[in-house]
């Protein structure tokens, strides 16, 4: 780049990656492997990028007065001297808006999370998103111990089969819906895989068009297909008053010797109503075809 010697420190305090990788090779190999490494040095469109190390940790020459000086250096580890907020700023630089439009005030914000927390970019330790673990949901667990227990319940979206991840629901960073939903409404979010529940259809289900939530949990259950409660105690939290199954279920209903239904028992009531998230028969008034 220059023809004379590179000074031994840039007026602004900046040292250079190559003066970092003297003291610190190991962090600058593994480094490299990762997405930054490529795109910062292969893109000196970027004038911040082109600064390697300190695009992040700020620069360095107070560092290199007392390497021991907490607050010399923007480190993001947890017995780091920076605040939060200054770490965060420091990768927000580049990454503001988008996916994190609604990172300040979110609740991973106001717990005092960093990105450091979930991201850590000194090497590829997962395939995508230099995580902090090995995949999204790896990271998510090491504060979020409740969920790993509900996703290996009986019943369960198939996460720790690798089919899908938290952030395929959630936006880590931050979102207008509650809880960190990726979408406006819950049924929003389900109908993005689970399509033909979206209807809209000739006989609505009125719980479905409200929520999926008030039959089913999202995460996991002990219940089969996810759902908040056993049938037939599901459907009868809402519909107390049906004059059946009980008349199918009950001996003196029904004709002498006659056993009860054995469909009206257990799943009950969803063989008879098969299409409980609606029907587009002419006849499906009742969810029954
Ligand atoms: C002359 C050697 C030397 C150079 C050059 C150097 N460092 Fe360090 N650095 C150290 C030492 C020694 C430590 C450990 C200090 C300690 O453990 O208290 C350290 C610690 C760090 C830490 C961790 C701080 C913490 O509190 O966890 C970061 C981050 C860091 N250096 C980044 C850099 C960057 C970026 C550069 C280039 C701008 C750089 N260093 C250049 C010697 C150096
Ligand atoms: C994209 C931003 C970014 C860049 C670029 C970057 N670092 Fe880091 N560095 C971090 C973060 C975040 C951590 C905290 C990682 C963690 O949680 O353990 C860290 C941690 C460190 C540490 C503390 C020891 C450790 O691994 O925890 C050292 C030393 C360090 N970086 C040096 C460097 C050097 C040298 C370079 C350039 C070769 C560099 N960093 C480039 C963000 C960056
Ligand atoms: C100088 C600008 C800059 C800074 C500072 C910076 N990044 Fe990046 N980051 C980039 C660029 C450029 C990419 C390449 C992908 C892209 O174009 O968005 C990237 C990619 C990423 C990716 C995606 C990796 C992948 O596998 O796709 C993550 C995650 C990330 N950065 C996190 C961070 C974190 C955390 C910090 C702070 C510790 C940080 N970045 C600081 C510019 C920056
Ligand atoms: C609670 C955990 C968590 C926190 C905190 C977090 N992230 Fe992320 N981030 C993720 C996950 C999960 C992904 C998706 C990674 C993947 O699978 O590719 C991601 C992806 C990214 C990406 C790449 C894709 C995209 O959205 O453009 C960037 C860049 C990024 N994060 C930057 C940041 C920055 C900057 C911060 C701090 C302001 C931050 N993240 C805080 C979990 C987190
Ligand atoms: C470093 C710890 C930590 C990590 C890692 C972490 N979280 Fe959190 N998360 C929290 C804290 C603290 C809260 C707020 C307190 C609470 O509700 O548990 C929170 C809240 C949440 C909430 C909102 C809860 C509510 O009731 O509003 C969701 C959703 C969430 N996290 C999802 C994730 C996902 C997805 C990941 C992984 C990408 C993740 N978290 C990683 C600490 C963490
Ligand atoms: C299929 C979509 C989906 C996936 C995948 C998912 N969540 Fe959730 N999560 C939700 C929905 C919807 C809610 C809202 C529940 C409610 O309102 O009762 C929720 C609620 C939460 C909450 C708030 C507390 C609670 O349990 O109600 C946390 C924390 C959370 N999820 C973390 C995670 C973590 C961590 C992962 C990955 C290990 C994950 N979620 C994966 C959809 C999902
Ligand atoms: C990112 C895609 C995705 C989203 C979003 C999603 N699901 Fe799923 N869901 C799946 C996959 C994949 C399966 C497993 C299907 C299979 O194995 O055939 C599944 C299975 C299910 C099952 C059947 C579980 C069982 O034990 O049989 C129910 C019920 C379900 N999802 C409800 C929901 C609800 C409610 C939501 C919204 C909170 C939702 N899903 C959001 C992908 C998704
Ligand atoms: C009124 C209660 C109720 C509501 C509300 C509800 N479901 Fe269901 N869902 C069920 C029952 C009951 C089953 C089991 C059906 C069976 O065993 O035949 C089920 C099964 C499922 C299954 C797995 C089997 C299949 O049919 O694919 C998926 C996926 C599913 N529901 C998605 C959703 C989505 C998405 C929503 C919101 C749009 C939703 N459900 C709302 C009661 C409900
Ligand atoms: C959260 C409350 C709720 C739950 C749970 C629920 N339903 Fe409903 N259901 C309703 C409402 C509200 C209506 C529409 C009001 C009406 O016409 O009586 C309805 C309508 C129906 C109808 C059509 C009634 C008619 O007169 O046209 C049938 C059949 C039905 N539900 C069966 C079921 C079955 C079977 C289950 C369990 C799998 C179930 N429902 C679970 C609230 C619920
Ligand atoms: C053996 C088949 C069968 C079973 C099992 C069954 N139903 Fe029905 N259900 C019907 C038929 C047929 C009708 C229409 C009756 C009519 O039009 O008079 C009906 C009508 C209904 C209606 C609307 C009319 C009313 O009585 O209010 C509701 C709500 C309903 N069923 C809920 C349930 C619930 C809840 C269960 C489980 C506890 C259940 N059904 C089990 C066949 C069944």
Redesign the pocket.
């Known amino acids: 780049m220059l023809a004379a010697p590179a000074p031994a420190q840039e007026p602004d305090g900046y040292l250079g990656e190559a003066r970092c990788a003297t003291c610190h090779g190991t962090e600058q190999e593994n480094w490299a492997h990762t997405v930054h490494a490529r795109v910062f040095r292969s893109n000196s469109r970027s004038e911040l990028a082109a600064k390697g190390c300190e695009a992040c940790h700020g620069p360095g020459a107070k560092h290199l007065e007392d390497a021991t000086d907490r607050n010399a250096i923007v480190a993001f580890t947890r017995r780091r001297g920076a605040a939060v907020e200054t770490q965060s700023a420091q990768c927000l630089q580049c990454h503001k808006g988008r996916e994190r439009l609604f990172w300040q005030g979110s609740v991973h914000d106001t717990s005092r999370l960093g990105c450091s927390d979930c991201h850590n970019p000194m090497a590829k330790l997962s395939g995508s998103g230099l995580l902090a673990k090995s995949s999204a949901s790896e990271t998510c667990f090491t504060c979020h111990q409740q969920q790993r227990t509900e996703f290996r319940k009986?019943?369960?979206?198939?996460l720790l089969?690798g089919?899908?991840?938290c952030g395929?629901?959630h936006n880590p960073h931050g979102s207008v819906t509650r809880p960190l939903l990726?979408?406006d409404h819950?049924?929003q979010?389900?109908?993005?895989?689970?399509a033909e529940?979206r209807g809209p259809f000739v006989w609505e289900h009125a719980p479905v068009r409200k929520n999926?939530?008030e039959?089913?949990?999202?995460h996991g259950?002990s219940h089969?297909?996810?759902?908040v409660v056993a049938r037939p105690f599901l459907c009868q939290q809402c519909h107390a008053n049906v004059s059946h199954p009980a008349n199918l279920l009950t001996r003196s209903n029904l004709p002498r010797g006659a056993v009860p239904d054995e469909r009206a028992v257990n799943r009950g009531c969803s063989n008879c109503h098969s299409q409980i998230h609606g029907s587009n028969h002419p006849a499906g008034a009742r969810f029954q075809r």
């Open positions: 009986r019943s369960r979206m198939p089969e089919k899908l991840s395929d629901c990726k979408a819950v049924n979010l389900c109908t993005t895989c689970h529940k999926c939530l039959c089913h949990l999202p259950s089969e297909s996810l759902l």
